[in-house]
């Protein structure tokens, strides 16, 4: 298994634009979670899905941020419009109720 | 509410030496899965062990071992005879074992083993 995939690996838009990123999760898995990395406020969870559906969304930090899963192989989180503090990694996880969760390579955006 | 702790920011040590990284945790639940991951310089997080609430023993891989006690709610890493590749930021985890599936991080320590 090629593990969980995140496009594009690196981001880099101007304030205002919208930025899209992209996961394809590990096939079988029905949790899947989407994360951010900053140095200050270390990984915290944004949204996590199970079965398509979202179950978690107390940490999508604002209205500017959406996420969705329109199928158990791919998932979009979408900023619009980007702001500046909104520069940070952004990880993809997947995983089971019986495993640990995986872990794509991020996607580090930079909003200037 | 669930929480975890790090509190040793970072750490530098020199190669060969022993370090204990350590996790102190909070939480409600009666039982729930500890999690270690490693995030090297490259960036991605990577997993190290899983250890569920209700199995207290130590565990040893190599020249890593963790120490899970639920009395004092901790579970810390401890790296044998460091090495180089060992630097990193290490992450300490929680997640529920029965309800919401969500991982709980604290926030790391930074690692550095020097030459």
């Known amino acids: 298994d090629a593990g969980v995939i995140q496009s594009p690996r690196h981001e880099v838009t101007e304030m205002g634009q919208e930025v899209t990123l992209r996961c394809k999760p590990i096939s079988g898995h029905d949790y899947l979670f989407w994360y951010r990395q900053t140095m200050m406020r270390g990984l915290e969870l944004l949204i996590y899905f199970n079965n398509n559906v979202p179950i978690d969304d107390s940490g999508m930090p604002e209205d500017r941020f959406s996420a969705k899963m329109p199928n158990a192989s791919f998932s979009t989180l979408k900023i619009q419009p980007s702001e500046p503090r909104d520069s940070a990694v952004y990880f993809c996880?997947?995983?089971?109720?019986?495993?640990?969760?995986?872990f794509g390579q991020g996607t580090r955006l930079t909003v200037v | 509410a669930q929480k975890v702790t790090q509190a040793q920011t970072e750490i530098s040590v020199v190669e060969k030496e022993d370090v204990t990284l350590d996790c102190v945790y909070e939480?409600?639940?009666?039982?729930?899965?500890l999690f270690w991951y490693k995030q090297p310089p490259s960036g991605e997080l990577v997993f190290l062990i899983r250890?569920?609430?209700?199995?207290?023993q130590n565990e040893i891989s190599g020249r890593y071992s963790w120490n899970f006690q639920k009395s004092t709610s901790s579970f810390n890493f401890t790296i044998t005879a460091s090495q180089v590749v060992d630097s990193a930021v290490y992450f300490c985890?929680?997640?529920?074992?029965?309800?919401?599936?969500?991982?709980?991080f604290g926030q790391g320590t930074r690692l550095t083993i020097n030459p």
């Open positions: 250890r569920n609430s209700f199995d207290e």
């Open positions: 996880a997947s995983g089971t109720r019986e495993t640990e969760a995986f």
């Open positions: 985890a929680l997640r529920k074992i029965q309800g919401a599936q969500k991982l709980v």
């Open positions: 939480t409600r639940d009666t039982t729930y899965y």
